[in-house]
């Protein structure tokens, strides 16, 4: 689990997790707090994750049998653009090939290192672009 600013640059990593494992187990285990309140914005997965200091924005789900109204899917769309930034940081992660290709090496701890790397070297080059 990562979460990322407006301008992609990631501000959080959690250790990584072996097999599926459900995103708001993953947010429960790593007791976020924050600083100041924040706006943050989340899928789905994360249903019932509100800590403290973040104004949580989720998108509406469809009611069973109904229809979401027309303000509902711009309110969505609108919340889907922004938390797209996120998905965009996620995917210039994948760049390098050893985060999305498995890791066999029995080193503890090497998929949370790999993937702190990964994470400095992107943030280090939105660093530079800047």
Known sequence: MLLAGANKKILYLS??????????????????????????LQDSGFQGFEPEKANVE??????????????????NKRKASQRVVVE???????????VKDKIRSCRHKLRDEVMLIACALHNFKIKLNQ
Request: hydrophobic fraction near 30%.
């Open 15 to 40: 250790q990584t997790y072996e097999g599926s494992v459900h995103d708001k187990k993953i947010a429960d285990e790593a007791e976020i707090e924050f600083e100041e309140t924040i706006e943050l």
């Open 58 to 75: 989720m998108p509406v789900k469809k009611p069973k049998g109904k229809e979401l109204t027309d303000g509902q899917k711009q309110e």
């Open 88 to 98: 965009h940081a996620i995917g210039q992660l994948k760049v390098w090939r050893i």
